[in-house]
T-cell receptor, first 112, second 111 residues
Framework: EDQVTQSPEALRLQEGESSSLNCSYT??????LFWYRQDPGKGPEFLFT???AGEEKEKERLKATLTKKESFLHITAPKPEDSATYLC?????????????FGKGTKLSVKP | DGGITQSPKYLFRKEGQNVTLSCEQN?????MYWYRQDPGQGLRLIYY???????QKGDIAEGYSVSREKKESFPLTVTSAQKNPTAFYLC??????????FGQGTRLTVV
């Protein structure tokens, strides 16, 4: 069964304290892995797409990486405005075409 | 501005009442989706549609219904058969290979 597991469930950082969020996945064939940011009471906002192992994407203080079993979202020198829930999702070649399988998210809190 | 519009932002349902959540997109995407989000549960797929006049049940379709008469629109009806409808509902659209774009959500509460 296709599955996405995110860890930790919650992460509290001090401003400037770098860390990483993990997304482990099990799919029959990975078509793409997606990272989203979600603020309370709002819809998820797209961050990155990764398609193959070894691929990396960067945007400001965020960097996403991908291996054959997991993806990491690295946050360098975070600021309070980076506080949000970060969601990971995968799309596979099997099953219903185009559908995404989501993890439960990591809630990040950055204190000044 | 291209995007997805969900309405209303907040919705209150009385016991035994059907309510309809609106979702409109102007991204020209073929596929549209409805998700339900509960605390600690992540996003769960209710219904999806890959093309006009066709839709499929997701993982938690019981108590919900949809229609896809136009490419731009994918309304979700929460029927009285849904026993626990209080949740945050998200609509999304995407191309076959690519990221999904989400609306801002509708928070439904049973009163």
């Amino acid at each position: 069964e296709d599955q996405v597991t995110q860890s930790p469930e919650a992460l509290r950082l001090q401003e400037g304290e770098s860390s990483s969020l993990n997304c482990s996945y099990t799919v029959s064939g990975l078509r793409g892995l997606f990272w989203y940011r979600q603020d309370p009471g709002k819809g998820p906002e797209f961050l990155f797409t990764l398609y193959s192992a070894g691929e990396e994407k960067e945007k400001e203080r965020l960097k996403a990486t991908l291996t054959k079993k997991e993806s990491f979202l690295h946050i360098t020198a975070p600021k309070p405005e980076d506080s949000a829930t970060y969601l990971c999702a995968v799309q596979n070649y099997g099953g219903s075409q185009g559908n995404l399988i989501f993890g439960k998210g990591t809630k990040l809190s950055v204190k000044p | 501005d291209g995007g997805i519009t969900q309405s209303p932002k907040y919705l209150f349902r009385k016991e035994g009442q059907n309510v309809t959540l609106s979702c409109e997109q102007n991204l020209n995407h073929d596929a549209m989706y409805w998700y339900r989000q509960d605390p600690g549960q992540g996003l769960r797929l209710i219904y999806y549609s890959q093309i006009v006049n066709d839709f499929q049940k997701g993982d938690i379709a019981e108590g919900y219904s949809v229609s896809r008469e136009k490419k731009e629109s994918f309304p979700l009806t929460v029927t009285s058969a849904q026993k626990n409808p209080t949740a945050f509902y998200l609509c999304a659209s995407k191309e076959a290979r690519g990221e999904a774009f989400f609306g801002q959500g509708t928070r439904l509460t049973v009163v």
